[in-house]
């Protein structure tokens, strides 16, 4: 005689993911569901009882209400070539009205009141380059406390900045062609005034290398800080 159809509802239904690196604990979570109007006892079971620990392993869901079972990994060495064979079953039956010794009614159950599901285990290593990995590795008091009104302030800073930096640009490229123009005119009225020459062309090199400098750490500061919004745009 076919067994009854499975009356608790799994989250996942059929698949099981592991998400590596494997050199800890690794959980996965199975969410049960009971959308009769009877209490559902159930058991988890898996063929590969020494590399898991489940909890709760068995219990009793009361009518529309749902249990999160922890499905939990042990440490292993992971080969990618390697694909897992691990299965779980979750079995289930209604339980008895006067029901008061759980295991009993287990032991006493009837083939046709036994229900089942059936799920696989599938191992994922990350990608080198994921995103959560990324945001992970940065600092986080700077992922935790940037909220959108301050990434918005950041992003509005970094325009400000960029705009600065065109406008040194600009500022620095007319102090160059005023500096030429003097040149060629200090030149032209030959060297007795060699020495006023000599120094405005000091005075304008210590303005081009003020202005550099300005420029090259505007510039610096615009990068980290496109940076770290970069990071947290993904």
């Known amino acids: 005689m076919a067994r009854p159809e499975q009356v608790l509802v799994l989250e996942p239904q059929h698949e099981l993911k592991f998400r590596g690196p494997f050199t800890d604990v690794v959980t996965a979570t199975l969410k049960l569901t009971n959308p009769t109007d009877r209490n559902v006892c159930f058991k988890v079971k898996t063929t590969a009882p020494r590399r898991y620990c489940v909890r709760p392993n068995s219990g009793?869901?009361?009518?529309?209400?749902s249990v999160n079972v922890s499905v939990m990994l042990q440490p292993f060495d992971y080969d990618p070539n390697e694909k897992s064979k691990h299965k779980f079953m979750v079995q289930s039956m209604l339980?008895?009205?006067?029901?008061?010794?759980?295991?009993g009614v287990w032991k006493e159950a009837k083939p046709d009141e036994l229900m089942d599901s059936k799920l696989r285990c599938a191992f994922e290593m990350p990608i080198e380059n994921d995103k959560t990995t990324e945001l992970s590795t940065l600092p986080k008091s700077?992922?935790?406390s940037l909220d959108d009104g301050?990434?918005?302030k950041i992003m509005e800073e970094c325009k400000r900045l960029q705009m600065e930096v065109q406008r040194l640009r600009e500022e620095n490229k007319q102090i160059r062609?005023?500096?030429?123009?003097?040149?060629?005119?200090?030149?032209?009225m030959g060297a007795p005034y060699s020495s006023s020459s000599s120094a405005a062309m000091a005075t304008s090199g210590m303005r081009d290398e003020g202005l550099s400098t300005r420029i090259l750490a505007l510039c610096v500061l615009f990068f980290v800080i496109g940076v770290i919004i970069g990071k947290l745009a993904l």
């Open 95 to 103: 339980a008895p009205y006067d029901m008061t010794d759980m295991e």
């Open 142 to 144: 700077a992922s935790a």
């Open 177 to 188: 062609e005023d500096d030429g123009l003097r040149k060629r005119k200090v030149t032209s």
């Open 60 to 65: 009793v869901i009361d009518a529309g209400n």
């Open 150 to 152: 301050e990434v918005k």
